[in-house]
């Protein structure tokens, strides 16, 4: 399925403009919508081939910049230590109103999109993850969310405040899809233990994956990406959208004979 790839809003939210970047199949029809979250490092060039990866197999996939209130639009962080650094301080300094406010608008956005079936589902990475988690809970219209090693929801440390997410998973009514690394140091065995036992003890509807893998197992780039892992996660990933969020109404193209090519 080939790609419009080439589309970038600007989103008005409670803390000021959001850049948001849209892939999509470019065939004509209506697609679910997916909000792919980052890392802390923005829209980077895993970030958009994963975007691509979801665009592919049938969805309308929006990626917004998190820090758009701390850095001009199209900014990208560096997969290096200034970059962990910036990106680290960053999401302390982010309000937990301005999460809840940017998630809203691009689901809004993406359920008024001519070429969206309106059916949504989350996806996030590192940060993503949990902002992934956290939109499955304060949006009821969120059917379902995907969730790589979600950082902080353990801690309640996503704002220099501190944070409820966990506490708000009693809200989540759609599906989750949590994956964890076991030898990721940013969330250790016992915080694991943590938001898998308040998973239980809500009740919410969830499949939970432990692998021997690395934090950013998922991401093409560096020495901790495990391929043969992440396209076993994709393909989880895909299933749960494809039951939960439908197939869209792509047009059947129309049956004939069949035609031989040389």
Not at 117 to 129: E, P
Request: hydrophobic share 40%.
């Amino acid at each position: 399925m080939t790609l419009k790839d080439n589309e970038v809003v600007e989103l008005q939210t409670a803390t000021g403009p959001m850049r948001v970047h849209v892939v999509r199949p470019q065939a004509a029809g209506r697609y679910p919508g997916i909000l792919l979250y980052s890392e802390i490092f923005q829209v980077t060039a895993p970030i958009r081939r994963t975007a691509a990866l979801l665009a592919g197999h049938g969805y309308v996939v929006a990626v917004p910049e998190i820090f758009h209130e701390f850095e001009p639009a199209g900014c990208v962080l560096s997969y290096d230590q200034a970059g962990a650094d910036r990106g680290n301080a960053l999401k302390l300094e982010k309000e937990l109103r301005g999460l809840d406010g940017d998630a809203r608008a691009v689901l809004d956005f993406l359920k008024s999109h001519p070429a969206c079936t309106g059916k949504l589902g989350t996806l996030g990475i590192c940060i993503g993850g949990h902002l992934s988690f956290r939109a499955a809970a304060k949006n009821s219209d969120v059917l379902a969310a995907v969730c790589f090693y979600a950082t902080d929801i353990h801690k309640g440390s996503l704002s220099k405040t501190g944070d409820d997410t966990l506490a708000c998973a009693k809200d989540i009514k759609g599906e989750l899809l949590l994956f964890w690394g076991k030898q990721d140091p940013h969330v250790p065995l016992e915080g694991r233990k943590k938001i898998y036992n308040a998973l239980c003890e809500l009740n919410v509807n969830f499949t939970w994956h432990e692998f021997n893998g690395q934090h950013a197992f998922l991401r093409d780039e560096g020495h901790r990406y495990d391929p043969a892992l992440a396209l076993q996660c994709y393909q989880m990933a895909l299933e749960l959208f494809h039951r939960r969020l439908g197939e869209g109404d792509l047009p059947v193209a129309p049956s004939g004979p069949a035609e031989s090519k040389h």
